[in-house]
């Protein structure tokens, strides 16, 4: 691809970055003597014409987007089959490989990037474009430390195609909003959540919930509270971690209602260590750091002392009669917020009556953990101390959600995994065998049976065909044969020579078979494995034996020898002359297993078996 011009002026110059569904190169445009960037689809995404046709309408939406904070998309076309999106082009790094390198990052510089990153996704909210997928890889700063988001109304054509939670997402997941999880619809606050979630990771080093399962991630989004990013990193501040956590709030309508909301709680939070500014035209710019005693220029018009003191005395004396009529009631009795998870409606209500407060359900959300119409959570949480009268907010529980099983029988193992998934239920064990009826690959049955309901998240095991089972041969004896010969025989009746295990013997020398890990005459499929264990030489044991016999009278003398067959060969042991009749005792050693042989006056004489 590199060196082709597309539309004829994008001329391809290097590969600078390969995502899920794209390669990006670096380009020279000709027309405008610029450099840019050029995001090509992958083929997978290319032959889809209606993701495509999603694609460009969604891309040409965010091209007319203008903001200092955002990637802007110069151009959509067309070569052949070739999709492409022409962008400006970056020279810096994304954030998550900042984040990889350097964090957790200093609390103020993680604020910054956040602020630059509200402008951006403000200015997009505010033209009716939401980006669904903020993640630290589509963030991009620049040497200036300007921040850039990239990848405005890509995100959504991805989202409107049919997508199971594959390997391109699991860094996805790690930023999903609960109402995306849920497949529920998104708003402006989608983004908030994600930003939330990169925030976190920026002043912790790592994102708010890790899962081994993309799928088990997204439940940890929807049912789990993140641990507060102040008691991983005590130099976060609790004002800054507040702010990190009302951005993840699992109901929407708890976040902050804008992301420019959000960029003036980060401002507000520390306006001397902000480096954050605007200049005429409303750019996001890099300033120094304020320093002590340079106050920020008020141009609000200041009060006379005389005119605060007469509104400081007005504002007393308002509060003073209040307090006079309502005997400071005013004001409430504090209370600690008691807990009420776990409890119905009626027992929860009891409970907090007692203290004077109130319940308000704030929605039902399935789970596996709290029976049907129990409390999930509260808000405020318990223990926390509030004022009498206050509602408390509870999400009530609607059981665990059940789906219907589908029928994977007769699929390939893939397509049984995707409809699995997308019916919200997981992938099992899996086990093979052979059929005659399913072709090998095709699954034979399923555990859950179809047609029934499991809990949303059940396992669903497998079998899966191994084809037709192949002829069966009577297993040969291969035990004494060389390691050559056995593998000659187990390949002549279509077996497959396994694991080789090497072991001294007291009985066979090198590379000989010693035993087989399939017994001999027993039916055996073609196509399998046999282990053996083979002689690595004849274990080198001593040993003594005493032998003992008396010598014939047929003459007067017999001259006794005696040679010694063992591991080591054969040699001669003993050699003397003894008178006829005499009882001999002779001790000899030898080498694991073997024989001893007496000769008298060069004649067999006897036999003795040496174990």
């Known amino acids: 691809m590199k060196d082709k011009v597309l539309g004829g002026r994008y001329e391809l110059l290097e590969e600078i970055g390969e995502g899920g569904m794209a390669i990006v190169y670096k380009a020279h445009c000709k027309s405008l003597d610029r450099i840019v960037a050029v995001k090509i689809l992958k083929e997978e995404y290319s ?16 091209a007319s987007l203008s903001h200092p904070n955002i990637v802007n998309i110069f151009d959509v076309g067309q070569e052949g089959n070739v999709h492409y999106i022409v962008m400006e082009y970056i020279e810096g ?119 081994e399962s993309p799928i088990t991630l997204a439940f940890r989004h929807i049912y789990d509270e993140p641990v507060p990013p102040v008691e991983i990193n005590p130099a976060v501040g609790k004002a800054l971690s507040e702010i990190t956590l009302k951005a993840m709030e699992k109901l929407p309508a708890h976040r902050f209602s804008s992301a420019e909301e959000m960029r003036d709680a980060l401002i507000d939070l520390d306006e001397s260590v902000s480096r954050i500014r605007k200049d005429r035209n409303g750019a996001t710019i890099i300033m120094s750091p304020i320093q002590a005693g340079n106050k920020k220029p008020n141009t609000r018009r200041k009060l006379r002392p005389a005119g605060l003191t007469i509104i400081a005395v007005a504002i007393l004396g ?53 029976a049907r119409d129990l409390i999930i959570s509260q808000d405020p949480p318990a223990e926390q101390t509030v004022k009498t009268g206050r509602e408390i907010s509870v999400i009530l529980s609607k059981g665990p959600e059940m ?18 998934r997308n019916s919200g239920l997981l992938m099992g064990s899996v086990s093979q065998s052979y059929d005659d009826r399913y072709q090998l690959g095709l699954v034979i049955s399923q555990s859950p049976v179809a047609g029934g309901e499991a809990i949303k998240g059940t396992k669903v095991d497998l079998m899966v ?11 040969r004896n291969l035990v004494g044969l060389s390691l050559e010969e056995a593998k000659k025989r187990l390949e002549e009746d279509g077996l497959i020579p396994g694991k080789i295990t090497r072991q001294e013997s007291s009985t066979y020398k090198k590379d000989i078979v010693i035993s087989q890990d399939t017994t001999s005459g027993v039916l055996i499929e073609q196509g399998s494995t046999v282990n053996l264990v083979v002689s690595d030489g004849i274990k080198k044991t001593h040993k003594t034996e005493t032998l003992e016999f008396t010598l014939p009278t047929k003459e007067e003398q017999y001259q006794v020898e005696i040679r010694v067959s063992d591991a080591e060969g054969t040699r001669q042991v003993y050699k003397q002359t003894h008178r006829a009749g005499t009882n001999v005792s002779v001790t000899v050693s030898y080498y694991g297993s073997g024989s001893a042989e007496v000769r008298l006056n060069s004649d067999r004489f006897k036999v003795f078996n040496l174990e």
């Open 318 to 370: 308002l509060l003073s009669g209040i307090w006079w009529v309502m005997g400071g009631s005013i004001f409430g009795k504090e209370v600690q917020v008691p807990d009420v998870k776990g409890l119905d409606m009626k027992e929860a209500t009891e409970k907090l009556d007692a203290v004077g407060l109130k319940i308000a359900v704030a929605g039902h959300n399935f789970s596996d953990e709290v």
């Open 93 to 211: 790094q994304t954030l998550q490989e900042i984040i990889a390198a350097e964090a957790p990052l200093a609390p103020d510089r993680a604020a910054e990037i956040a602020i630059m990153i509200c402008e951006g996704i403000h200015h997009a909210h505010e033209n009716g474009i939401i980006h669904r997928d903020i993640k630290p890889h589509n963030i991009l700063i620049t040497k200036k430390g300007i921040v850039k988001v990239a990848d405005f109304g890509i995100a959504q054509a991805i989202n409107k195609k049919t997508l199971t939670f594959a390997r391109d997402l699991v860094g996805t997941v790690h930023y999903i909003s609960p109402e995306q999880a849920k497949a529920e619809p998104v708003t402006p606050a989608t983004d908030i959540y994600s930003l939330g979630c990169v925030l976190y990771e920026m002043l912790t080093g790592r994102p708010p919930f890790n899962a």
């Open 403 to 420: 789906v219907a099983v589908p029928n994977v029988v007769g699929l390939s193992q893939g397509d049984a995994e995707i409809q699995i």
């Open 47 to 62: 032959q889809d014409q209606v993701f495509v046709q999603s694609f460009k309408t969604e891309a040409l939406a965010a």
């Open 465 to 475: 065909s191994k084809g037709k089972a192949p002829p069966k041969v009577p297993m």
